[in-house]
T-cell receptor, first 114, second 111 residues
């Protein structure tokens, strides 16, 4: 069964460092998302991406964050200068088209900022 | 604004039936989704309602009342492996893409 894959599964970084989280969405999907979940808290929307551009972003997704789809398969989230409060599980998700209901989530990348 | 409420925790016994409620107040509505999330894992899709009524899928059913801003997830014949968090999520109106998640309900199934 096709699945969303994410790398790395866990990354530890120093405050102020740049981090890139990578995702390979399901191949025939058109809508891509990043969500984050701070330990013990709810899944929070960061950004959605469609047709090679950001379609929506939340207040969390400030200038420190960026997304890219550098080729036909990868979808990346970059955090330019990490802060302690960026420590969370970051989930990539994709869905097929406008009418398709569910999001398919990857296994997540756990980011720990020291 | 967006507000999605669920009970924080519930406990039930193996073999029993449990109902997890979700109320929402969102600016626009285009579907309500239920996800299961085991600790440390990704959310996995369970059920989807866009029209009022009951959707049944094996041991899981989900109900929606749009006029009341209310949904529930019904789990029958509970098994130990059903111990997980259950997340209610609302998709915004047509033209938006985001899904907003509630805080989740942590369900403990006891033997």
């Amino acid at each position: 069964e096709p699945e969303v894959t994410q790398t790395p599964s866990h990354q530890v970084t120093q405050m102020g460092q740049e981090v890139i989280l990578r995702c390979v969405p399901i191949s025939n999907h058109l809508y891509f998302y990043w969500y984050r979940q701070i330990l013990g808290q709810k899944v929070e929307f960061l950004v959605s991406f469609y047709n090679n551009e950001i379609s929506e972003k939340s207040e969390i997704f400030d200038d420190q964050f960026s997304v890219e789809r550098p080729d036909g398969s990868n979808f990346t989230l970059k955090i330019r200068s990490t802060k302690l409060e960026d420590s969370a599980m970051y989930f990539c998700a994709s869905k097929k088209d406008t009418n398709t209901g569910e999001l398919f989530f990857g296994e997540g990348s756990r980011l720990t900022v020291l | 604004g967006q507000n999605i409420d669920q009970p924080t925790e519930m406990t039930a016994t193996e073999g029993a039936i449990v109902q997890i409620n979700c109320t929402y107040q969102t600016s626009g509505f285009n579907g309500l989704f239920w996800y299961q999330q085991h600790a440390g894992e990704a959310p996995t899709f369970l059920s989807y309602n866009v029209l009022d009524g009951l959707e049944e899928k094996g041991r899981f059913s989900s109900f929606l009342s749009r006029s009341k801003g209310y949904s529930y997830l019904l789990l029958k014949e509970l098994q130990m492996k059903d111990s997980a968090s259950y997340l209610c999520a609302v998709r915004g109106p047509s033209g938006t893409y985001k899904y907003i998640f509630g805080t989740g309900t942590r369900l403990k199934v006891l033997a």
